[in-house]
Nanobody, 128 residues
């Protein structure tokens, strides 16, 4: 089992940047697939970014070109760099993970139900 803790949330003006961190503990980081989701009040939780088995990042269209997901296996962490933030990015952001199957993250993607482990969330507020 892995435990996930997000950090780096806060308030920022539109156009600004923030970096979220997800620290994993309790198990081998490389055995898991990692992703970021977010949920705004009154909205469904949605996928933001994830990393394929080969390390290739993928993003929701709404954040493509502005957000960057990265991994640091040595630190058991992944990061979500958020640039050019917009008010519509305001949400609670969650780090999520699932165990790799035969070394693969196929079946994870940005599918909410695919992920078994979740952080507590960190709030991002983007003001005009």
């Amino acid at each position: 089992q892995v435990q996930l803790v997000e950090s780096g949330g806060g308030s920022v003006q539109a156009g600004g940047s923030l970096r979220l961190s997800c620290l994993a503990s309790g198990d081998t980081y490389g055995a898991y697939c990692m992703a970021w989701f977010r949920q705004a009040p009154g909205k469904e939780r949605e996928g933001v970014a994830h990393v394929n088995s080969d390390g290739t990042p993928n993003y929701a269209d709404s954040v493509k070109g502005r957000f960057t997901i990265s991994q640091d296996n040595a630190k058991s962490s992944n990061y979500l760099q958020m640039n050019s933030l917009k008010p519509e990015d305001t949400a609670m952001y969650y780090c999520a993970s699932k165990r790799k199957v035969l070394g693969s993250c196929i079946g994870g993607g940005l599918t909410l139900s695919a992920y078994s482990y979740w952080g507590q969330g960190t709030q991002i507020t983007v003001s005009t």
